[in-house]
């Protein structure tokens, strides 16, 4: 099995972003309550709230507030109305990102993001412009420390996933939509714990950057687009070498 894995590449960003505390609560609050409101409060019978709540225990997110995100969701804490956006975006090196965002307040995430993307050089695209440049996959990372990549391959093709990536301590599975499941369960039932399972948008081709000033844009932009506190999720089709990301800063 072969390709290239972006988890490497961008969670090396990631991580600093994540280290805002309370802004990752509130994303993961906003996550929870928005996947409770469409399937209900039992994470058992609602998938996509147990994807959130994976998230929210990446962050260290306290039980009672995940208790009461939950009740928003479902109707018992009085919640605001809450809605997702999507925005398509051309990056410097004309990178395709796309950012989801979970608010409560439509004008004010749209003038955030407006002024992020005008500062980071860069602009929003038409509907669908950028979006056809992805397909939604399933997505599942697991560390190379948990698991040896035989296992995980073996486990993998068993459950019915498409591919299998190894490359910088982490393998990368993806699926398609529909046995995006199946395939996250086999872990499960390995006990074999997960970074991260979404089913999210996949570049179908991806943009090397080889300027390093260049890709330097395009890594603040994104960053600073995932510190806004009412996005929840950034995509791209960026592809940085090992070589240019050594040389970076980062």
């Given at each position: 099995?072969?390709?290239?894995?972006?988890?490497?590449?961008?969670?090396?960003?990631?991580?600093?972003?994540?280290?805002?505390?309370?802004?990752?609560?509130?994303?993961?609050?906003?996550?929870?309550?928005?996947?409770?409101?469409?399937?209900?409060?039992?994470?058992?019978?609602?998938?996509?709230?147990?994807?959130?709540?994976?998230?929210?225990?990446?962050?260290?997110?306290?039980?009672?507030?995940?208790?009461?995100?939950?009740?928003?969701?479902?109707?018992?804490?009085?919640?605001?109305?809450i809605?997702?956006?999507?925005?398509?975006?051309?990056?410097?090196?004309?990178?395709?990102?796309?950012?989801?965002?979970?608010?409560?307040?439509?004008?004010?995430?749209s003038?955030?993001?407006r002024?992020?993307?005008?500062?980071?050089?860069?602009?929003?695209?038409?509907?669908?412009?950028?979006?056809?440049?992805?397909?939604r996959?399933?997505?599942?990372?697991?560390?190379?420390?948990?698991?040896?990549?035989?296992?995980?391959?073996?486990?993998?093709l068993?459950?019915?996933?498409?591919?299998?990536?190894?490359?910088g301590?982490?393998?990368?599975?993806?699926?398609?939509?529909?046995?995006?499941?199946a395939?996250?369960k086999?872990?499960?039932?390995?006990?074999?714990?997960?970074?991260?399972?979404?089913?999210?948008?996949?570049?179908?081709?991806?943009?090397?950057?080889?300027?390093?000033?260049?890709?330097?844009k395009?890594?603040?932009?994104?960053?600073?687009?995932?510190?806004?506190?009412?996005?929840?999720?950034?995509?791209?089709?960026?592809?940085?070498?090992?070589?240019?990301?050594?040389?970076?800063?980062?």
């Amino acid at each position: 099995m072969s390709g290239h894995s972006h988890y490497s590449t961008i969670k090396r960003k990631k991580g600093a972003t994540d280290a805002k505390r309370g802004v990752a609560f509130s994303k993961a609050a906003k996550a929870i309550t928005i996947a409770a409101r469409h399937g209900g409060g039992d994470p058992d019978m609602n998938l996509a709230l147990r994807y959130a709540l994976l998230k929210a225990r990446e962050c260290n997110m306290p039980r009672d507030n995940i208790e009461r995100a939950i009740k928003k969701g479902t109707g018992e804490g009085g919640a605001g109305q809450i809605e997702t956006l999507h925005y398509e975006i051309y990056a410097p090196g004309g990178v395709a990102i796309m950012a989801e965002a979970l608010t409560d307040n439509r004008n004010r995430t749209s003038g955030e993001l407006r002024n992020v993307i005008e500062k980071g050089g860069g602009t929003l695209a038409q509907p669908n412009a950028v979006a056809r440049l992805f397909h939604r996959k399933g997505v599942i990372t697991i560390s190379a420390e948990v698991a040896p990549e035989d296992k995980v391959m073996e486990i993998a093709l068993e459950a019915g996933a498409e591919d299998v990536i190894s490359a910088g301590g982490v393998h990368e599975v993806t699926t398609q939509p529909d046995a995006f499941e199946a395939v996250f369960k086999a872990f499960e039932l390995a006990d074999i714990k997960t970074l991260t399972a979404a089913v999210q948008p996949v570049p179908m081709i991806t943009v090397p950057l080889e300027d390093v000033e260049i890709a330097k844009k395009v890594l603040r932009l994104i960053t600073t687009l995932e510190e806004l506190e009412d996005v929840n999720e950034v995509y791209s089709n960026l592809d940085i070498s090992e070589e240019v990301m050594a040389k970076l800063d980062v």
